[in-house]
C-alpha cells in the first residue's frame, strides 16, 4: 500500500512539471527572433541621357570645344538644381576630329541605348552624316547650325539657328536701311565670297534669290576652297565689281587670309566686310585687324545677347571651366549660347515628354516619338538667345532662332550696332532649294 502511494504521488509531482513547471519555464527562455523582412531594393536613379558629337580637337574646334563647354554647363547646372520629377540628364559625348567616320563611330555607339534621346551636332560634312542616320533611325537631331535639308526635308532635326542665307539676306535689309550705320554710301553693291561646302552654296543661292526682293542685288559671287591656297584672282573680280560690302562665308583662317589678301589688293578697306555667322566669336575676332588700326568694319548676326541671362549661363562656363576661359572671353563670344541653347532645347522637351508619358515609358522608340512630337511644340524666349519657335511654321521650317541683331568688331569685341530683327520662314521655293528625293 505504502509503495503504490508513494507511486501516485510520483506521478502526480511528473504530471504537474510537465503540465504547469515546464511551460512556465520555457516562456522564460529567450524567443528566436523573427526572421528579418527583406531589405528594400535600392531605388533606381532616373536617368535620361542626351549626346553631344562635335569637333573637340579638329579644324573647327575653335568654335566647336565652345560650344561643347556650354553645352555641358547648362547640363550640369540642371541636375544640379534637382533635374525635372527626380529625373536628370547624363550627357555623353564625343570628338569627331570633324572626321565623318569617327562622327559615325560615335553615333553607332550613342543610339542603341534607349534613354539616348537627343544628338547634338554643330554643321557641316559630320552634321550632315548624323543628319541622315539620325533620320533613318527617328532620334531627334538638334544642330547648332542650319543646314537647308535640316529646314526643308522631311526628318527628325531641328536646328537651334537660322538658315544662314535668309539671315544674310535679312541683314542685308537692315544694313540697305541703316547705311550710317558702316558709312556705307548707296545703293549698296554686294558681293559674296561662299565656301565650297554644300551649305556655302545653298546659302549663295539663297541670298542672291531673297536679296532682290529688298531691292538689293549681287554684282559678284565667288565660290572658294574652304581652306584656300591662293585667292588673288577672286579679289580681283570683286575689286572690279565694284562692291562696297563683302559677304564672307568660310572658316576664321580663311576670313583672315582674305582679309590680309584683300587689303594688299586694294579689296578693303574700300568695301566693308559681312562675316557670315558660323564663326563670330573671339577666335575669329583675334584674327582679324581691330577698327582702330583699320576701317573695314566687320559687322555679323548674333543671337547670344549679354544679359543677366546669358551671365547665369558665364557662372555656370566659369564654375565647371573656369581654368579655360575668362569673363571677357564669355561677353565676346555666343558659341557658349549655341551649346546652352541646344542643351535647353533638349530640357525643355524631355520635361515635356515626361508629363505626357512618364519615364518608364521614355525610352526606346516610344520615348523618342515623344521627344520628337514634343520639341515641335517648343516655342519659348530663353533669355540668353533669341526666339525659339519650332511650333509657328512647322513643318515648313524647322529653323528654330527667329529673332537676331547686328553686332559690328570694334577694339576686338563684337558690339551691337542695332535692334533685334525677325527673320520669317521662307518656303524651300523662295530660297531656291530643291529637297533631295
Same mark, same amino acid.
Given at each position: 500500500?505504502?509503495?503504490? $502511494? !508513494? ?19 520555457? %516562456? ?22 542626351? *549626346? ?33 520629377? %527626380? ?19 560615335? =553615333? ?6 534607349? !534613354? ?10 559630320? $552634321? /550632315? ?25 522631311? $526628318? ?43 551649305? %556655302? ?20 559671287? /565667288? ?62 575676332? $583675334? ?14 548676326? =548674333? !543671337? ?26 564669355? /561677353? ?15 530640357? !525643355? *522637351? =524631355?520635361?515635356?515628354?515626361?508629363? /505626357? ?68 520662314? =521662307? ?11
Amino acid at each position: 500500500m505504502l509503495l503504490n $502511494s !508513494r507511486v501516485k504521488v510520483l506521478c502526480i509531482i511528473l504530471v504537474t512539471l510537465l503540465f504547469v513547471v515546464f511551460p512556465l519555464i520555457s %516562456g522564460c527562455a529567450p524567443k528566436e527572433a523573427a526572421p528579418a523582412a527583406p531589405s528594400a531594393k535600392p531605388t533606381e536613379p532616373k536617368v535620361l541621357k542626351a *549626346a553631344s558629337i562635335l569637333d573637340h580637337s579638329g579644324p573647327l574646334s575653335s568654335a566647336t570645344l565652345v560650344q561643347f563647354h556650354g553645352w555641358m554647363a547648362w547640363i550640369k547646372g540642371f541636375n544640379e538644381a534637382g533635374g525635372y520629377k %527626380g529625373v536628370t540628364i547624363e550627357p555623353l559625348w564625343e570628338d569627331d576630329e570633324y572626321k565623318v567616320e569617327k562622327a559615325k563611330t560615335a =553615333y553607332a555607339r550613342f543610339i542603341p541605348d534607349p !534613354r539616348c534621346l537627343t544628338i547634338f551636332t554643330t554643321g557641316g560634312a559630320t $552634321s /550632315e552624316a548624323v543628319w541622315a542616320m539620325a533620320k533613318k533611325d527617328h532620334i531627334v537631331h538638334l544642330p547648332t547650325y542650319v543646314e537647308p535639308m535640316t529646314v526643308y526635308e522631311d $526628318s527628325w532635326s531641328f536646328g537651334s539657328g537660322y538658315q544662314t542665307g535668309a539671315g544674310l539676306a535679312n541683314l542685308l535689309q537692315w544694313i540697305d536701311k541703316h547705311p550710317d550705320a558702316l558709312g556705307i554710301k548707296p545703293p549698296l553693291k554686294v558681293a559674296g565670297m561662299w565656301a565650297e561646302l554644300s551649305w %556655302g552654296i545653298q546659302d549663295s543661292k539663297t541670298a542672291n534669290k531673297l536679296a532682290p526682293k529688298f531691292g538689293i542685288n549681287f554684282v559678284a559671287n /565667288e565660290v572658294i576652297p574652304y581652306t584656300p591656297s591662293d585667292l588673288t584672282a577672286a579679289l580681283l573680280r570683286i575689286k572690279q565689281s565694284g562692291a562696297n560690302l563683302v559677304i564672307i562665308e568660310t572658316s576664321p583662317t580663311a576670313i583672315a587670309r582674305i582679309v590680309k589678301d584683300g587689303t594688299g589688293l586694294g579689296v578693303f578697306p574700300g568695301a566693308k566686310v559681312v562675316i557670315a555667322p558660323a564663326y563670330t566669336g573671339r577666335g575669329t575676332a $583675334s584674327l582679324l585687324p581691330q577698327e582702330e588700326a583699320w576701317s573695314f568694319c566687320p559687322v555679323a548676326l =548674333y !543671337r547670344t545677347p549679354w544679359n543677366s541671362e546669358t551671365k547665369k549661363l558665364a557662372d555656370l562656363v566659369m564654375k565647371y571651366y573656369g581654368g579655360k576661359y575668362t569673363v571677357a572671353d564669355l /561677353e565676346n563670344e555666343q558659341q557658349f549660347g549655341y551649346g546652352a541653347i541646344s542643351a535647353e532645347l533638349a530640357i !525643355r *522637351a =524631355y520635361k515635356k515628354a515626361l508629363d /505626357e508619358i512618364g519615364y518608364e515609358a521614355l525610352q526606346g522608340a516610344t520615348g523618342r516619338e515623344a521627344v520628337y512630337k514634343a520639341v515641335k511644340t517648343l516655342n519659348f524666349e530663353p533669355g540668353f538667345y533669341g526666339r525659339i519657335n519650332f511650333a509657328t511654321n512647322y513643318p515648313d521650317w524647322r529653323a528654330g532662332c527667329h529673332t537676331v541683331y547686328p553686332v559690328h568688331l570694334t577694339g576686338g569685341k563684337w558690339k551691337p550696332i542695332g535692334d533685334w530683327f525677325e527673320i520669317p520662314g =521662307y518656303t524651300a521655293e523662295e530660297v531656291d532649294y530643291t529637297p533631295k528625293k
